[in-house]
């Protein structure tokens, strides 16, 4: 009878894949509870409501997106794990992601999001020491604890459901990103005082202005 229960369990058991529908539902996830924390963190610093947006549309932090994915796909296969590994691996990965998205951001647009140089061991003041242990952190807590929650919660929701939204989220933030990236470039080319050419970066000016870029991306700052 215990025999019989056993291979019950074993048959009904739901095994844990890592779909590219569950790291875009992951991505999602990431990217709006990482844009409530950012602003509720702003609220708390400063006393004021201020806007994180990662893109013009949609109420999302991309970096977080990125994070949640980055720890999920770098920590699945050596979850069980020693604690250390976990940790270092997660401190090492997240860190080198770190420091490429505030060098790209700064490349591409000019601008930074973040900036360490007055926290004690930086580099260059794209990452520290101290965040950089925060990583490894987040990383025990991703995939020990956040990630199975996460994972099953996602399962639960009939597979149409998922597909639709994967579609659905995807589109709009592929159109986001463009138009966010559009407008970005055009206003670094303002204020290198060059004239709009064609069609395309005349609707670029009258409807993503200076006033307006600053305002969503009020935490970027120039360089």
């Given at each position: 009878m215990t025999q019989a229960k056993a291979s019950e369990t074993k048959n009904t058991e739901v095994k844990d894949e890592?779909?590219?529908e569950k790291l875009i539902m992951i991505f999602l996830v990431a990217c709006l509870v990482g844009y409530a924390v950012e602003e509720i963190w702003c609220f708390i610093r400063h006393?004021?409501?201020?806007?994180?947006?990662?893109?013009?549309?949609?109420?999302?932090?991309?970096?977080?997106?990125?994070?949640?994915?980055?720890?999920?796909?770098?920590?699945?296969?050596?979850?069980?794990?020693?604690?250390?590994t976990i940790f270092l691996t997660a401190f090492v990965v997240c860190s080198a992601a770190e420091y490429i998205a505030s060098l790209g951001q700064e490349l591409l647009f000019g601008s930074v999001a973040w900036d360490y140089s007055n926290v004690p061991l930086n580099i260059n003041g794209r990452i520290c020491l101290l965040y950089s242990l925060f990583w490894g952190v987040l990383g025990l807590a991703w995939i020990k604890g956040i990630y199975p929650v996460l994972s099953r919660t996602i399962d639960a929701i009939?597979?149409?459901?998922?597909?639709?939204?994967?579609?659905?989220?995807?589109?709009?933030?592929?159109?986001?990103?463009?138009?966010?990236?559009?407008?970005?470039?055009?206003?670094?080319?303002?204020?290198?005082?060059?004239?709009?050419?064609?069609?395309?970066?005349?609707?670029?000016?009258?409807?993503?202005?200076?006033?307006?870029?600053?305002?969503?991306?009020?935490?970027?700052?120039?360089?």
């Open positions: 890592l779909t590219v006393g004021y409501f201020e806007s994180r947006h990662s893109l013009i549309y949609g109420p999302l932090s991309v970096l977080y997106g990125m994070g949640a994915v980055l720890l999920t796909v770098s920590l699945y296969k050596i979850k069980d794990s020693k604690w250390y009939p597979k149409d459901v998922t597909k639709y939204i994967c579609i659905a989220f995807t589109v709009f933030f592929v159109f986001d990103c463009i138009v966010s990236a559009s407008a970005a470039v055009r206003m670094d080319k303002r204020q290198e005082n060059v004239p709009a050419r064609n069609k395309v970066e005349i609707f670029l000016d009258e409807h993503y202005t200076d006033e307006r870029m600053h305002a969503i991306y009020a935490n970027s700052k120039d360089v």
